[in-house]
């Protein structure tokens, strides 16, 4: 029954590493988002997608790269994973873009050592 | 540019007395603007938002939020708080007016809502 759900949870890595992080939504939404969530609780959208085409791309660096296979799915690849890094991101989902409220996974806490 | 201010890091209230989460923000056309509440370790759930209508919006778990547009205010109200509703709630806007698919929801800092038994 879960909505939107991430793996892993948690994600403990060294620095310079590369990592993914899934997301799967079963709402039947159009639009995806990558948010970050630092560890003052502040919360930053990274990326969006509507029906798998890119369309929300904030000042990140490009060591992130968002994919989205289906609709259904958006993945989160990091590169050279830095410090800095270490944060929980969400991903979430709306039924398109607009006035939808959006539909929030459980979060997946990144910490690189 | 869209902005949310929540001027406070935390209200404490105690049980059974009623509670406000302030919120105020700026955009240049109609606000859409939506709480959000998260649970310690949890994602965010949506609690209700303001698109055009009554001023008075009521959401999930008895919460409801006021839009006033000359104070450019939406704050959020309880009657009657629970110690259930401790979590950090989020106010977010978008400029309504604006209806490009890259205009995205801002958050504000969040406050932490505390309910003392």
């Known amino acids: 029954d879960t909505a939107v759900s991430q793996t892993p949870k948690y994600l403990v890595t060294q620095m310079g590493n590369d990592k993914s992080i899934k997301c799967e939504q079963n709402l039947g939404h159009d639009t995806m988002y990558w948010y970050k969530q630092d560890s003052k609780k502040f919360l930053k959208i990274m990326f969006s997608y509507n029906n798998k085409e890119l369309i929300i791309n904030e000042t990140v660096p490009n060591r992130f790269s968002p994919k989205s296979p289906d609709k259904a799915h958006l993945n989160l690849h990091i590169n050279s994973l830095e410090l800095g890094d270490s944060a929980v991101y969400f991903c979430?989902?709306?039924?398109?873009?607009?006035?939808?409220?959006?539909?929030f996974g459980p979060g997946t806490r990144l910490t690189v050592t | 540019a869209q902005s949310v201010a929540q001027p406070e890091d935390q209200v404490n209230v105690a049980e059974g007395n009623p509670l406000t989460v302030k919120c105020t923000y700026s955009?240049?056309?109609?606000?859409?603007l939506f709480w959000y509440v998260q649970y310690p370790n949890r994602g965010l759930q949506f609690l209700l938002k303001?698109?055009?209508?009554?001023?008075l919006v009521k959401g999930s778990y008895g919460f409801e939020a006021e839009f006033n547009k000359s104070q450019t205010s939406f704050h959020l109200k309880k009657p009657s708080a629970l110690v259930s509703d401790s979590a950090l709630y989020f106010c977010a806007v978008r400029d309504g007016s604006y209806g490009g698919a890259t205009n995205k929801l801002i958050f504000g800092t969040g406050t932490l809502l505390a309910v003392q038994p």
């Open positions: 955009v240049s056309g109609n606000p859409y």
């Open positions: 303001y698109i055009t209508g009554d001023n």
């Open positions: 979430a989902s709306s039924l398109r873009t607009g006035a939808a409220e959006q539909y």
